[in-house]
């Protein structure tokens, strides 16, 4: 009886040691996979702002970016466009677009980023008072046509677009700069008229 | 005349300066957020002879430490560095001074550091630990072609006169 309990003891001590074994091992296992969750998270940091990526970009050189953060970085040295890591040539064309399951499949490229530099170009093009240019945010076209057909010059004058019609680059425009547009095709209306009169009398 | 009145005044120009100053403020959370987690990992990693942390309640200026490279003359001196950072970073390099004296090929008298990460090779990847890192290696390898201290450059030569040197200047300036 003894003998018998004793192997039943050591059968009991046999199974429950590889139990034992099993559970270290679960453990191992689960602290590997914290640890690989960590790697993994860090895997799909930003190479900037060091935060999982938004709006993901990968460069040619295989360096991964938030499109925003590669974007102003590039914008900070428009001379020289180098990737932050590895310093190879790198620009907007040279990177790809990442698509994650959750994401909304739109090239990060195309969003304005969140907080572009300002940039002022646009606002001097149109600021600029320009005789004749036609732009498509004018409206008006003008060609001074003294000659074998001085009506031309009439045809031209009046040849604007209904007024509230919305020109081309209007959304560029303030309303200020449409109230000058507008001031302006009020007085070549009356240059013209002026024109033709002085042409009739003369 | 109408033209003459820049449109930049207009309604659209104050909408834009709106939208730059909450900008801004997002760039100084950013900013402040990137540097939380250079801190972060400056901790967790305990790199040998460098440390830093922010220098009382304001994360935009730092003070590090640098202990002198083994087996080189600056072995068992330690350095203060002063690391300021703009609201562009980590696009535009922070500035870092030497705080402690440092007779170094490479270093001016006011502390000043001659380094091309810090000025046109930055890059945003770089941080705190990779510069004081450079930093730490630049002061076992100067580069004596360039020097802003000329006198440290001509002494490099002669490393003993260069210790004795050292440890004289660091001796008269701690005491």
Redesign the interface.
């Known amino acids: 009886m003894a003998s018998s309990s004793s192997t039943a003891s050591t059968e009991e001590a046999s199974t429950s040691q590889p139990e034992k074994k099993e559970e270290t091992k679960q453990k191992k296992e689960d602290d590997g996979e914290e640890s690989d969750k960590e790697s993994d998270e860090k895997m799909f940091e930003c190479n900037i702002c060091l935060d999982t990526a938004k709006d993901a970009v990968v460069s040619y050189c295989g360096h991964l970016f938030c499109w925003p953060c590669l974007y102003q970085w590039l914008e900070t040295r428009p001379n020289r466009q180098s990737c932050p890591v590895c310093k190879a040539a790198i620009s907007r064309d040279k990177c790809i677009p990442l698509y994650g399951r959750g994401g909304s499949g739109k090239d990060p490229r195309s969003k304005i980023p969140p907080r572009p530099p300002p940039t002022r170009t646009e606002q001097t093009d149109n600021g600029r008072f320009s005789w004749g240019s036609n732009e498509g945010n004018g409206g008006f076209h003008m060609s001074f046509g003294i000659g074998a057909f001085p009506f031309g010059f009439f045809a031209s004058a009046f040849n604007f677009g209904a007024p509230g019609t919305a020109p081309a680059g209007a959304n560029f425009m303030t309303p200020q700069q449409i109230e000058e547009q507008e001031f302006l095709s009020k007085v070549f209306i009356w240059v013209a008229l002026i024109f033709i009169v002085w042409l009739m009398l003369a | 005349m109408?033209?003459n009145?820049?449109?930049?005044s207009?309604?659209?120009?104050s909408r834009?300066t709106n939208e730059?100053v909450s900008?801004g403020s997002?760039?100084t959370h950013?900013v402040s957020?990137?540097l939380h987690?250079?801190l972060m990992?400056l901790m967790m990693k305990g790199d040998k002879g460098i440390s830093a942390f922010p220098d009382g309640d304001n994360i935009f200026k730092w003070i590090g430490t640098i202990h002198g490279p083994e087996e080189t003359v600056f072995s068992g001196l330690t350095f203060k560095l002063s690391l300021e950072f703009p609201s562009?970073y980590?696009?535009?390099p922070p500035s870092v001074k030497f705080i402690s004296p440092c007779f170094h090929p490479n270093v001016d008298t006011a502390g000043n550091i001659c380094l091309d990460i810090l000025k046109d090779k930055w890059?945003?990847?770089l941080?705190v630990r990779t510069i004081l890192i450079s930093i730490q290696s630049l002061l076992s390898e100067p580069n004596i072609e360039s020097p802003l201290n000329t006198k440290a450059a001509q002494m490099w030569k002669n490393q003993e006169t260069y210790r004795k040197h050292l440890t004289e200047v660091v001796h008269k300036n701690s005491n």
């Open positions: 109408a033209q009145v820049s449109p930049r207009g309604f659209g120009g834009k730059g900008g997002k760039d950013s957020k990137r987690s250079e990992t562009g980590p696009y535009t890059s945003a990847l941080d």
